[in-house]
């Protein structure tokens, strides 16, 4: 009898209904009318700018405390494109030295042009963007290309060079720039009472020849500086 | 008195303080602008070093000479490691007393065959990793390797040849070039890599 009951107002028909069935079904119908009611009375949508504003300072806070964490602060572009390596010593503050397909820099200041030749002309801006272009991504150039490509040559003019001489190894403006900033070094750390290490970060193009690294390297020692640290793109694979 | 504008949507509490909703724009606006700034010069690689010592020009020759300060030590080393890249391949040096008749060994360019089956002509970097290891296994004490170049031989060959010096892998032979540059370095009980030659001079062939 109770189960028969049930399914009549199961079913929503009010016909054959008790009092208290109706009275049961009504409360239904007013509670779901409520619900709907406090439905429709909800604010308009409004942006919640606070936990977005959470997450951008959490990012702003990880990017600062990297990037001022990093001595070397590479930033690499069409004329700089770090040699790959699986070497796994991290980089220490010390006076940075710049080669780049265009000129060497040291502490962010250009100190020397570095000259292209290829084929016997000048390299053109385009030549050098894409000799960088099929450095990254190989597969991007065609056979000839890469082989008309690998003919460029980056060297420092003589008039550079001590004595203008072009077998000579040491570049006198690099030199003096070092030295500059070697005294100002020693001095600092004179004062602090730390020792001077002679450190310095050499932070090369993948396409710079072995003489002008040689040149670079053999100038900076005579600028006291004779601990080098190469700054490489640290990858799995050699 | 009546409030000025800015006070309108505050609430009293009842005890005389005033509360009001921070409005946030304004930083939105500097973060907003601070990370793509920031992101800009962010350096998305894993910028590590590799230290070397400075150059003894004229090491050919057989007497080491200026900017470098190599160690007495280095100096009096009995082996005298040296690798050389060239055109043509590399070439591994001895002290000819010490090491005898293999004192001089050439190891040429070779042709690979990539994953995708194409043939690439290239410096014979397995072939120097197991000469390096057989050198080591005869002179376990010796930790310094000279490297130098030909005058136009690229900074990134140089560098991939530094790497060959290093570090022992997982094997000490290697064939294909698939494996080796795939290959693990060796871990010691501390979890450090296991070093070959780590201390790398650069030499200058006068």
Known sequence: MADDRDEKVGDGTTENMSAADLLVQMRREAKAAAVKAERRKVEPFQFGFTSLLDALVVLLMFLLVTISADPLNVKMDERLLLARSTSDFEPKDAIPILIKKGFIAVDDKEVVRVD????????????????????????????????????????VDKSYKEDADEN??????????????????????????????????????????????AEVVHTAGTAQLSNMRFAIIKVSNR | MPLPKYLDDEEDDGSGWRYADVDLKPMMSIVCVLIPMLMFSFSFFEIKVQPVGAPKVGFMGGTAKGSGTATPEELKAPLNLTVIVNESGFRIKMTQEVVGPDSDQKIDKKTFSTAD???????????????????????????????????????????????????LLRKEKYTSLDEYTNAFEQMDDQGKPKRLFPNVVFVVAE
């Open chain 1, 116 to 155: 292209c030749k290829m084929q016997g002309g000048v390299c053109s801006d385009a030549d050098v963007q894409n000799r960088t272009k099929c450095d990254q991504n190989p597969k991007q150039c065609t056979a000839d290309e890469r082989n008309r490509l690998k003919t460029m040559s980056f060297f």
């Open chain 2, 117 to 167: 089956g194409e043939k690439v002509e290239d410096y014979d970097y397995p072939e120097l990793y197991n000469r390096l290891v057989e050198i080591k296994k005869k002179f376990p004490e010796e930790t310094s390797v000279n490297v130098g170049a030909e005058t136009h031989i690229t900074w990134e060959v140089v560098a991939r040849t530094m790497d060959a010096t290093r570090s």
């Open chain 1, 168 to 213: 000579s190894f040491l570049i006198v403006p690099l030199q003096k720039a070092l030295e500059e900033l070697v005294k100002s070094e020693q001095e600092e750390n004179r004062e602090l009472k730390r020792e001077f290490k002679g450190l310095v970060n050499i932070i090369a193009d993948r396409a710079i020849p072995f003489r002008l690294i």
